[in-house]
């Protein structure tokens, strides 16, 4: 583990690692509760999307980074907020979930989760349009055998990508807490999470691991992927999809703390710009009893195999 992670996190609640002063390969404890570890490679370059974003309920937010921003296509589409994040800014929170289920509701999220299935087709005949376009700039024939059902299949697998948009956390959590009177950590580690990158729209993939001290409301374990899937299906960055799943779960449940840590691997940095392929960026976010107790935090990190 880059110290400097846990040395973020001693002095608050979120950080992001991106190291590139290291390639070593680590070994994981395994897992009861998931499909165990593996080892894993720990450095990153720099790139706009490993570099952190500056996000509006981020007074718990630290970052750490060795990146400078490149000057790039993506930069326009940035937040502008962006712009500001040299300058530490402290802001109240504003609501985390809203329960709706629309969390950071775009214009045109409540019209998609509420459209009529003639609104849906139409949605589908406007994608289809919009792909066989990119067909043709890119110097393509989009009649050609091999694709002509590609706008048909891009449009759908998009929409699969995005499903996170028409996910209600109520509905999701479904009644599914339990007072048990538990007051120990749980941990589930090794989330499969798939997730697109919002400024190349391009998939980032990697593993969250989140833990929590309840204060005796318990969840249904199965339900901490569903949260982070839920988030995952909606273009991210992998800071603030870190920081919704901590938040979501603190909202839900009123632990006394919550630890999300995540490791993944973008394709933006892959396969274009810096073209690393072996990065692997880390983001955590801790919050209550994490973020105030280093013995707390430190435990949670040791258990998930980040910590040594
Ligand atoms: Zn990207």
New binding site residues.
Partial sequence: MPKHLNDAASVSGSSTSTDNSSSRKRKRPSSKKTNGGGSKRLDAAD???ATPAKKPFSDKHHLVANGHRRNST?KAARDPLDEARAVAVRQPAPPVVDHDGLSRAAKGTRTRLQETPEQAAARMEKMRGAVRTLLECVGEDPDREGLLDTPSRYAKAMLFFTKGYQVNVDDLVNNALFNEGHNEMIVVKDIEVHSL????L?P?NGKMHIGYIPRNTVIGLSKLPRIAEMYARRLQVQERLTKEVANAVMDILKPQGVAVVMESS????VMRGVEQTSTSTITSCVLGCFERKSKTRNEFLSLVGINR
Avoid: G, I, Q
């Avoid at 990158?197 to 190349?200: A, L």
């Fill in positions: 790139d706009d999307d993506s990158c919002e400024h190349h391009v980032f973008h394709l933006c940095m």
